[in-house]
């Protein structure tokens, strides 16, 4: 098996029952497998509510952990609505363009720096890097701040001991508590600031609203593009005359980025909380019982997807559900697209080839299934393209 291959560990239960179950800290999930059920549950948003009690959806739950609300993330309509017109313009902007000058320099000495060393630990060394730092974009914030959030480590509120983290999350807390006092004293045009500013029917966000928004932002982005970041890298070191196909026909690299998106799915699901009797794919779940859409197995469902367990880095129909479905698709998914973007036109110019040295997965285990998510390690060399 290929160091980069993410196999499917779901197909046998998405054929045959439409469904899996997990137990998750003794509240069961039911997880949708089929993309007709995921995306139907998803659109459904009345039965099955992302506004339940805060940390709930996520899996694992992060109820023992946080009792702030992320925004709009556990909002349902019509607030949802509401809040995500105040935040998605500001999302927005990595569509522009001394935004991506900017990205384009921070990624490109990142590449430059790994071109010059033997090897390379691409997710503590190459990914979580590049991700903080492209995080001070998003944040409109001094690149400095970057070396403060690479010392959190892969994941805010997790860590290599345990899934769930309480003294993890309140540096995250305390941080973004000195955050927003800075920024209510001295004003400017950070994201701390646009949200301080910002108001919701005519009245300003409280400061639970704003930190609700602040902590999605930390910790909704973070693990997933250093998956889709390291697993790009693996891939393409595996699959050199794809990244030669992309530099001979760079139209292809939007459609590229939505494949490998698609086929890693760095998010294998995410849960909603059911309010009332209802039936997922004709299996009975209770009110207040969770559900999960899981967006890995409806990516590989072979009844939309042709070929669904090998990447096309040319496939023309793609209706992936990697950045989620309906209301609460991925406020950050364009500037995860741009950072792959951006590092894969860069990887184009300056890398001739990346061999991988070793590599330790990172495995999920949800109830039976067991599913590759990334590495906890990736050691590569990067070698210059012959035309620098």
Known sequence: MAKSEISDPFEKARLEKGIGEMDDQNDPVIMAL?????????????????????????????????????????????????????????????????????????????????????????????????????????????FSESQTWISWGTHVFRSQETALDASKANVLYDYIDKQITHAIANPGDDFYSMLLAAEVNEKKLTKEEIKGVIILTFAGGRDTVINAVTNSIAYFAEHPKALHRLKEDPKLVNFAIEELIRYFSPLTHMGRVVTEDTHVCEHAVKADSRISLNWASANRDA????????????????????????????LGATHARQILKVLINILIDKVGSIDIIEAEDNIETLGEFKRKVGFNSIKVKFNASNTL
């Not at 709930?56 to 309509?77: C, G, H, K, L, N």
């Not at 009844?303 to 991925?330: M, Q, W, Y």
């Open 34 to 142: 089929r993309h007709k059920d995921v995306r139907r549950c998803a659109h459904n948003h009345k039965t099955f509510i992302s506004g339940a009690e805060p940390g709930r959806i996520v899996i694992p739950s992060e109820v023992s952990i946080r009792d702030i609300r992320q925004i709009p993330f556990e909002v349902d309509p019509p607030m949802h609505g509401v809040y995500r017109a105040v935040v998605e313009p500001w999302f927005k902007r990595p569509l522009e363009a001394d935004y991506n000058t900017a990205l384009k320099k921070q990624i490109g000495a990142i590449i430059d720096e790994a071109l010059s060393k033997d090897v390379v630990e691409v997710v503590k060394e190459f990914a979580l890097v590049l991700q903080s730092r492209a995080l001070t974009l998003l944040f409109n914030v001094p």
């Open 303 to 330: 009844s939309v997807f042709e070929k669904p367990n090998e990447v096309l880095i040319d496939r023309k129909i793609n209706p992936h559900v990697a950045f989620g479905f309906g209301t609460h698709n991925c």
